[in-house]
T-cell receptor, first 110, second 116 residues
Framework: SQKIEQNSEALNIQEGKTATLTCNYT??????LQWYRQDPGRGPVFLLL?????KEKRKERLKVTFDTTLKQSLFHITASQPADSATYLC?????????FGKGTMLLVSP | DTGVSQNPRHKITKRGQNVTFRCDPI?????LYWYRQTLGQGPEFLTY????????KSRLLSDRFSAERPKGSFSTLEIQRTEQGDSAMYLC??????????????FGPGTRLTVT
């Protein structure tokens, strides 16, 4: 079955550094990948989408890449801030629905 | 427009009881999705509607679960004969008919179900 895998260990970084989160997919080729942010007790919030024919996408301090050879997407937050602390979810689009990974918790310390 | 709303926000029920949740999507959104999320996991797709038509259901969705969207606006998710394994956050999301943004799903705050 199609799978989206994210590092389940929390990522701890210092304010100002770049955070890099990894998303790997197996058993299918998603037409696109999405990244969402989720805060405790709240629903996910859409951040970025990258299509399979795009190598890189940027939005303000966010950058996402899509490598179809490695079957991987990387999500970068530059100049990270404590307010960026949250769980980040990767989701792949299959035929008609989204498959989410478990998410990676990011903790940015001042 | 206040976004996607869900009611109730919390529900505690005894095993064997039926529960119903409601989702009100963003008004112009024609697609509506239901997901379930347990602690430490990502949202798991349950079902989705385009207008009033239920177009897809997860094979993981047991017969005890049923969803409706009678007039293509709000939706309800009912769980019959609840089991402790049904305890989870139930999330609703909606998306726009605009081709350029239809992929972006707007999530509600969720309904947290606890089955005792």
């Amino acid at each position: 079955s199609q799978k989206i895998e994210q590092n389940s260990e929390a990522l701890n970084i210092q304010e100002g550094k770049t955070a890099t989160l990894t998303c790997n997919y197996t058993n299918y080729s998603p037409a696109y990948l999405q990244w969402y942010r989720q805060d405790p007790g709240r629903g996910p919030v859409f951040l970025l989408l990258i299509r399979e024919n795009e190598k890189e996408k940027r939005k303000e301090r966010l950058k996402v890449t899509f490598d179809t050879t490695l079957k991987q997407s990387l999500f970068h937050i530059t100049a990270s801030q404590p307010a960026d602390s949250a769980t980040y979810l990767c989701a792949g689009r299959g035929y008609s629905t989204l498959t989410f990974g478990k998410g990676t918790m990011l903790l940015v310390s001042p | 427009d206040t976004g996607v709303s869900q009611n109730p926000r919390h529900k505690i029920t005894k095993r064997g009881q039926n529960v119903t949740f409601r989702c009100d999507p963003i008004s112009e959104h024609n697609r509506l999705y239901w997901y379930r999320q347990t602690l430490g996991q990502g949202p798991e797709f349950l079902t989705y509607f385009q207008n009033e038509a239920q177009l897809e259901k997860s094979r993981l969705l047991s017969d005890r679960f049923s969803a409706e969207r009678p007039k293509g606006s709000f939706s309800t998710l009912e769980i019959q004969r609840t089991e402790q394994g049904d305890s989870a956050m139930y999330l609703c999301a909606s998306s726009s008919p605009n081709r350029d943004t239809s992929y972006e799903q707007y999530f509600g705050p969720g309904t947290r179900l606890t089955v005792t």
